[in-house]
């Protein structure tokens, strides 16, 4: 299957889940995450215990000395940005933006409502966050927010000229939490062609709806050996109506796979991908990453 059909592929499985364009690139986020806590999405949360397993490892190998930097794809409002970077919960973000509304703050107001508040909560992990999103606002909040150091707001799924990419400081590890199916191999492939340095490691979490082989194979190509951890699957969202949740199990056997105690729970599920440069592969224990994540969780 060529590139291009595997796009096409992508697009015909998304139209099996709900949409949330309307709030996903507003200029503040107060009514992105109303609607994620009404379908209760909490993958961020789920995942945030490996990526802090993962670059633990790549610190303890000695990959890099001072601030870990993790580059985002699909990072919205910066969620995993806050996860990461302070001891927040998920629930704690939720309270937070409903905590007061929005709409009765300018946009200057909410900001300044919202450094503060990640001002005064302990920090997790010295990170720096790299935020990549075609969502322009998202991107722009996230940023003058603090929480983002750096956002990209380019579709890198249809950018052909290399010179059109910025260039990106070497980085530690790429992450992702659902974006898989909205982006494919040809966004891989445009970010490890303009990150600088040694190879990062890739460590995506990927709806088991969408086949993550194409992207596997393209990390390949750039010397990278990828694992899906055993036992790994995390809860994305609950579904947002009977007919997403009957096509999604569809899409899910027609891929091999057993909704049972998974998707027909009513839940979207997603499955752990970990891709290491082979030149790397020996000295990190893939399983031994899940159970530490497992045992911090």
Not at 66 to 79: E, N
């Amino acid at each position: 299957m060529t590139s291009r059909e595997r796009q096409y592929a992508y697009e015909k499985e998304n139209q099996i889940k709900a949409d949330f364009d309307d709030v996903y690139n507003r200029a503040m986020p107060a009514a992105y995450y109303r609607r994620m806590r009404d379908v209760s999405y909490s993958i961020p949360e789920h995942a945030v215990p490996f990526f802090v397993s993962l670059l633990d490892r790549r610190k303890h190998l000695g990959r890099n000395r001072g601030p870990s930097r993790v580059l985002d794809i699909g990072c919205s409002y910066g969620v995993l940005a806050a996860l990461l970077k302070y001891q927040l919960s998920l629930d704690s973000l939720y309270s937070h933006y409903g905590s007061y509304d929005h709409q009765l703050l300018s946009r200057d107001q909410a900001l300044d409502v919202d450094r503060r508040f990640f001002r005064n909560q302990l920090p997790r992990r010295n990170v720096q966050m790299i935020g990549l999103d075609k969502a322009a606002q998202a991107i722009e909040y996230a940023t003058q927010a603090g929480l983002l150091d750096q956002g990209i707001s380019c579709d890198y799924e249809v950018v052909n000229d290399p010179t059109m990419m910025p260039s990106i400081a070497p980085v530690d590890l790429i992450i992702s939490t659902g974006c898989v199916g909205y982006v494919g191999q040809k966004t891989f492939s445009n970010l490890l062609s303009s990150v600088g340095g040694p190879l990062p490691w890739v460590a995506c979490f990927v709806l088991r709806m969408f086949d993550y082989t194409p992207i596997s194979k393209t990390l390949e190509g750039f010397g990278y050996r990828t694992t899906r951890l055993d036992g790994v699957s995390v809860k994305q969202r609950r579904f947002a109506s009977d007919e997403e949740k009957n096509n999604t199990i569809r899409r899910v056997q027609a891929l091999g796979q057993n909704p049972a105690g998974w998707e027909d729970t009513g839940f979207l599920y997603a499955d752990l991908f970990v891709s290491i440069p082979s030149a790397e592969v020996l000295d990190v224990s893939v399983p031994q990453i899940a159970g530490l994540a497992a045992s911090a969780a």
